[in-house]
């Protein structure tokens, strides 16, 4: 078993849609990540995560300490928002471990 | 600012030829990362430095060394490169604060092994 699992791992939806990405990890952390990849693009950094909530734009990712779990939010998603999402944990010993990614497209 | 930068971007490499991919951050940063990202594999983490002069393994170190002489450089070294090689590389850094900084990602270094 991965110590990050994603889901799903591929999602389309349509513009204007409301989003939601999932996060599960098994270990203990001390900081979790979102990460945004274009296709063919470099890796940009969303959201750095230790509890509660926060909210950039349209984006917005919250994380349960005791549940283990984050989610990642997309209001009025758009096509510029398809590109791959990447969650990654932060363990204790500052070893970064990445989830597979969920592959997002959003047709206009 | 340059953030993090990594040479080469692109290299051709017979089997069994050595070569060193270079990251340099100019941000002071503790923290440095190699990793690799295959298709459907998602990104894994190859070595790890936490501080200049340290190094450890991460998921998938085998074939790879590094070193971290200066604190603004951290160097991935193949000694003898093998196919399975082939790969795109990332190099991340982040500064250290209670235990986790926000993440910035080199480009990246497509690698080919013939």
């Known amino acids: 078993k991965n110590e990050v699992e994603q889901s799903p791992q591929n999602l389309t939806a349509q513009e204007g849609e409301f989003i939601t990405i999932n996060c599960s990890y098994s270990?203990?952390?001390?900081?979790l990540h979102w990460l945004q990849q274009h296709p063919g693009g470099g890796i940009v950094s969303l959201f750095m995560l230790s509890s509660g909530k926060k909210k950039h734009g349209r984006l917005i990712a919250t994380i349960n300490i005791q549940e283990k779990h984050s989610s990642l939010h997309i209001t009025a998603s758009h096509p510029r928002d398809s590109a791959v999402y990447i969650c990654a944990v932060m363990e204790y010993g500052n070893k970064l471990v990445f989830g597979a990614g969920t592959i997002l497209r959003v047709k206009s | 600012n340059a953030g993090v930068t990594q040479t080469p971007k692109f290299r051709v490499l017979k089997t069994g030829q050595s070569m060193t991919l270079l990251c340099a951050q100019d941000?002071?940063?503790?923290?440095m990362y190699w990793y690799r990202q295959d298709p459907g594999m998602g990104l894994r983490l190859i070595h790890y430095s936490v501080g200049e002069g340290t190094t450890a393994k991460g998921e998938v170190p085998d074939g790879y060394n590094v070193s971290r002489l200066k604190k603004q450089n951290f160097l991935l070294g193949l000694e003898s490169a093998a196919p399975s090689q082939t790969s795109v590389y990332f190099c991340a850094s982040s500064y250290a604060h209670r235990g986790a900084g926000e993440l910035f990602f080199g480009e990246g270094s497509r690698l080919t092994v013939l």
């Open positions: 941000m002071n940063h503790e923290y």
């Open positions: 270990v203990g952390i001390s900081a």
